[in-house]
């Protein structure tokens, strides 16, 4: 850790940016606690760079921030540049946005996928901690998240939320939005996922399925009913993991 922070060189601000809100709270690295209370400021309906770098820079502000940073990203993000952005955007695409958030923010910025971030809180502190072998996290909300650890080492970046199940993305099948674009309850919804999941099953063979995203607190209402080979289990972050997992994120490399 760089330690620009002075005695509080253990905690690092995350952020995360999603399709309806963009969440932050400065992150105990030892514990995943959260030091401040969250603070959370609605996603701007074009979901732009200048727009939401501009409330990350008020995040910032709210927690008078001026350590490490680091930010959860609902795409793919290569050598901090970010080069997908489906449920943001197409501004986005190919952009240098960790060196151009470093610089509007004043702060050194890592960015890191969302799904990812939420992986690592759980493989570090949550459902899949100490878990050797092929973990699949999967996230529900706007888009439908995946990162897949083995033996607790991240395969960055992968997408199968737009793996196609009978011509159609997974995100347009199961993820919340669907779920409420569809109108669906709580049996046709887990029917869908468990579709979801019985064709990843098919492909990872994975040891564990952990599922987060902000429905993931519901998963007594869905989960019992979805009936695969592999074990299911909640994320046990649940809301807090992007941000956690950013955190971790950036501290990282230190
Ligand atoms: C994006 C992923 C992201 C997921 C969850 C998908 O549409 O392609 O990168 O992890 O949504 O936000």
């Keep these: 850790m760089s330690g620009r922070n002075g005695k509080h060189h253990h905690r690092v601000l995350g952020i995360d940016i999603g399709g309806s809100g963009i969440k932050a709270a400065p992150v105990d690295l030892r514990t995943g606690e959260f030091v401040e209370d969250r603070h959370r400021i609605p996603t701007p309906e074009a979901g732009g760079p200048g727009a939401i770098i501009d409330i990350a820079r008020e995040l910032c502000e709210h927690f008078r921030w001026e350590g490490d940073v680091g930010c959860a990203f609902p795409g793919v993000i290569r050598r901090g540049r970010t080069l997908t ?86 995100e347009d099948l199961a993820s919340s939005r669907a779920k409420d674009d569809d109108d669906m309850g709580w049996s046709e919804w887990s029917a869908r996922i468990e579709t979801y999941l019985r064709e990843m099953e ?53």
């Design 85 to 170: 952005a489906a449920n943001l955007s197409p501004e986005w695409v190919g952009m240098l946005a960790e060196k151009t958030f470093s610089d509007r923010l004043g702060c050194p910025v890592t960015m890191i996928n969302d799904a990812d971030a939420a992986g690592l809180a759980e493989v570090k502190l949550g459902a899949a901690k100490g878990i050797d072998g092929v973990v699949v996290m999967i996230t529900l909300g706007t888009g439908i998240g995946t990162a897949v650890f083995v033996d607790g080492r991240l395969v960055p970046n992968t997408e199968f939320g737009h793996l196609k199940i009978d011509g159609v993305e997974a």
């Design 202 to 254: 098919s492909l990872f063979w994975p040891d564990l399925f952990v599922i987060g995203g902000g429905i993931s607190k519901n998963f007594d209402k869905f989960g019992p009913r979805i009936e695969v080979e592999t074990a299911v289990v909640p994320a046990e972050l649940q809301n807090r993991a992007g941000i956690v997992g950013a955190a971790l994120a950036a501290s990282a490399g230190d």
